[in-house]
């Protein structure tokens, strides 16, 4: 059984100063306690109790997923796109900055290992299982059962540190450098000193982009002078034994080389003769995706001469001070750890991409950039644009200003916002134009510094570019001649095609342009976005009461059968879905819908007949907010409630299970969180919440106009249905409220009742 640890004291070290504008009398507050970073790290939830802090860019990951060659853990044996899993136990290092909740391997290098015995440089054959398993915002510690050695990693925003406890006799510190989660492979390093090395490492190819590629700089050291050390890498097997000093299996040890050495499968060690029982060995990295220079300034700046336990506190109360920004009472102990693990989780991207002196890599290009705030990474859009960049503008608009101004500058850099940007590379994963809604939402909720004029640029010109010129939008040729995508256009053949996902997502990000346009002065363009997003009624069809996809000639998809494409089977015009995950996924135009689908009841009963019959997937973004859609008709809002209560107890738990798939970079989490606030932004690029009954009594959150209190009267722990509202201390009719009006009222309550 995983447990967390307890409280720690909390050192005087900072690392971070607390945020300007925001209370800071919660330090005292242990929310960090109802943290569980395990939930999520089986089931396909793809999170990791790896040590990192708010944001940053470094996370320190055990490293699971790589077994002995007839261990069926092995990560080229299956997909593994998390570097590890609760299930698994075979521990073969600590990987250097990690992708959270993703379906796509990547990241996940750079693996430090503590053995002890002869130096064994294979690791199929260093590799250990583990007990003591323990994790804890900023921290993660295990037991290496082979060694006895214990094992302890904290981490700043850009470095980590890591203190190994060894039983006595002769002990070793490796760095692995040729294996990881990245498909990439190549690496370079080099001894600086007796106890310090730096090199680099090739990484990328994430979801299949081959030209998504780019290098991490790392330096390393090792707080005790070693007796031996050098570097290590992998031989063919033919004719290399006569070539070698010592050997081990196919590794060939480099005892007096000490220059850098590259390679595809390579490494550095250290070796201890005669450590005393007890003896700690430290070992410190820091990061950098510009150059080993500022990686080393990165290592000196953040950690200076503060200890282990001293970057532990600090990493600790860098998530007490984000995790108290929104304060639960009531519920029970179980929803808190759901909450605040959620909180911690949808705090982890995007990250920090620039070093402590401002640099940064260009977007697309070989050059390196420089910002006076922060550059961000890891913009997995088509998760993240639906909650997590509201949650952000809600309760950390500063983050937020500073991911909006990292996506506008990357248009400047190489003309297009991002879509799943990766660490300066455009993966092209999944499809859409989603920076758009993000940009239009955060603006139109009041935060502004930012250049609206370079984003509006970028954002028509993949809104009207033709499709051979057009990363962005490929098929936007028929798009905007039709109104929709025919099957094949892109793909060119049936099976592969996504088409209706395209479009779909173009229709949400057209809607929320329009109004940009409008503001922009720019009406004639506006009035043809609005147009365009109502395109998605050509792919109605009454025969099948869904959304279908249109061959090339227009007519409807025959046979067509709208549950195929449950379980992620592949299905012509779906993406990861069935034509029911997709065919409510209208937010910008609810009520047309209806409207199409025969009105009201009709729209109403066959919702509900999705939630009933199991059609709707939890954790897949299009119909992630389905059980919102019920509270835009009067008198059905009581659904809302209900359904939100029900897959809220059914699919978040405080289980490793905990999360009902990928977390996709905190989109689930983020989820959670609103719908156990009791709001939720039903629309991207629209400032608006549908309301729902909170699982708390009463929720304080920090936002820039203050704090935002919500709460509830709730006689039986069974009432969890909305009985009055007030907001301001004034009745409160509409379930849909703008974001001005929520922080202006500052106080919302709700009394429930029993259906």
């Known amino acids: 059984m995983k447990h967390l640890l307890g409280s720690l004291a909390l050192a005087s070290a900072c690392l971070l100063a607390p945020l300007a504008g925001y209370a800071t009398d919660n330090a005292d507050v242990d929310y960090a306690q109802w943290v569980n970073p395990f939930i999520g790290t089986t089931n396909y939830g793809t999170t990791n109790p790896g040590a990192l802090t708010p944001n940053g860019l470094m996370q320190v990951v055990p490293f699971n997923v790589m077994g002995s060659k007839d261990n069926r853990y092995d990560k080229d044996s299956r997909w593994w796109s998390t570097p590890y899993d609760v299930t698994n136990s075979y521990f073969t290092g600590y990987a250097h900055v990690a992708l959270s909740g993703v379906g796509c391997p ?299 101004r990292s996506m506008v500058g990357m248009a400047e850099e190489w003309g297009w916002l991002p879509k799943w940007e990766l660490y300066g590379r455009e993966t092209f994963t999944m499809e859409g134009d989603p920076a758009i809604p993000v940009i239009v939402d955060t603006w139109r909720k009041g935060l502004t510094d930012f250049d609206l004029d370079a984003a509006y640029k970028a954002m028509k010109r993949s809104a009207t570019m033709p499709g051979e010129l057009n990363p962005m939008r490929p098929d936007i040729d028929p798009y905007i001649e039709k109104g929709y995508i025919p099957l094949g256009f892109f793909a060119g053949d049936f099976s592969g095609d996504n088409s209706v996902s395209h479009a779909l997502e173009y229709y949400v990000a057209d809607a929320a342009l329009a109004w940009l346009a409008e503001q922009q002065g720019d009406l004639d363009f506006a009035r043809e976005l609005r147009q365009r997003s109502l395109g998605y009624k050509n792919y109605y069809s009454k025969e099948s009461g869904t959304l279908r996809p249109l061959t090339p000639d227009g007519e409807f998809l025959s046979p067509f059968n709208p549950r195929q494409g449950e379980n992620f089977e592949e299905v012509p015009g779906f993406h990861e879905g069935s034509a029911w995950n997709y065919t409510f996924f209208v937010p910008h135009d609810v009520e047309g819908l209806a409207k199409l689908m025969g009105g009201k009841r009709a729209f109403v009963d066959k919702l509900q007949m999705v939630m009933d019959e199991g059609l709707y997937d939890p954790a897949n973004e299009p119909d992630i907010a389905y059980p919102y859609l019920f509270s835009r008709f009067k008198g059905e809002e009581w659904r809302t409630q209900r359904e939100v209560n029900r897959l809220l107890a059914e699919h978040f738990t405080t289980e490793p299970k905990g999360i009902p798939g990928n977390d996709d970079t905190g989109t689930m989490s983020a989820w959670a969180i609103f719908s156990m606030m009791g709001l939720y932004p039903d629309c991207p690029g629209e400032p608006y919440y549908t309301l729902t009954s909170p699982a708390f009594d009463r929720v304080e959150v920090d936002t820039k106009e203050g704090t935002l209190v919500i709460e509830a009267e709730r006689p039986t722990p069974e009432a969890i249905y909305i009985d009055t509202m007030e907001l301001g201390g004034r009745p409160l009719k509409s379930y849909r409220i703008s974001h001005d009006d929520l922080l202006q009222g500052k106080t919302l309550r709700y009394r429930l009742k029993e259906r």
Not at 336 to 342: C, K, L, M, N
Not at 374 to 384: A, H, I, K, Q
């Open 106 to 404: 990547e990241l996940g290098s750079l693996l430090t290992m503590a053995t002890t015995g002869a130096l064994e440089p294979d690791y199929h054959k260093y590799g250990s299982h583990y007990t003591e398993e323990q994790a804890s915002p900023g921290y993660y510690s295990n037991r290496l059962s082979k060694y006895d050695i214990l094992t302890e990693v904290t981490a700043t925003p850009r470095t980590s540190a890591e203190r190994y406890t060894f039983p006595g006799g002769q002990g070793n510190i490796l760095i692995n450098l040729g294996e990881g989660l990245t498909n990439e492979s190549g690496a370079t390093v080099r001894r600086v000193s007796d106890t310090e090395i730096e090199g680099s490492k090739l990484m990328g190819t994430f979801c299949y982009n081959p030209q998504a590629v780019f290098p991490i700089y790392f330096v390393m050291r090792v707080s005790k002078p070693a007796d031996s050390y050098g570097y290590y890498k992998m031989q063919p097997e033919m004719g290399v034994e006569a070539m070698w000093d010592s050997t081990s299996g196919q590794y060939k040890l480099y005892t007096k080389y000490g220059r850098e050495l590259s390679g595809n499968d390579i490494g550095y060690w250290w070796s201890y003769d005669s450590l005393a029982p007890g003896e700690q060995i430290e070992v410190r990295l820091g990061v950098s995706f510009v150059s080993t220079e500022n990686a080393r300034e990165n290592l000196d700046k953040e950690q200076l001469s503060l200890t282990f336990d001293d970057i532990h506190a600090a990493a600790r109360r860098q998530w007490n001070d984000d995790l108290g920004r929104i304060r639960v009472s009531g519920g029970t102990d179980e929803q808190r750890t759901v909450f605040y693990t959620a909180l911690y989780h949808a705090l982890i991207h995007p990250n920090i991409l620039s070093d402590v002196n401002g640099e940064y890599p260009l977007m697309e290009s070989f050059g390196d950039g420089h910002t006076e705030s922060t550059r961000y990474t890891v913009f997995s859009l088509w998760d993240t644009y639906r909650n997590l960049h509201q949650l952000m503008t809600l309760v950390y608009p500063e983050r937020q200003l500073d991911m909006v």
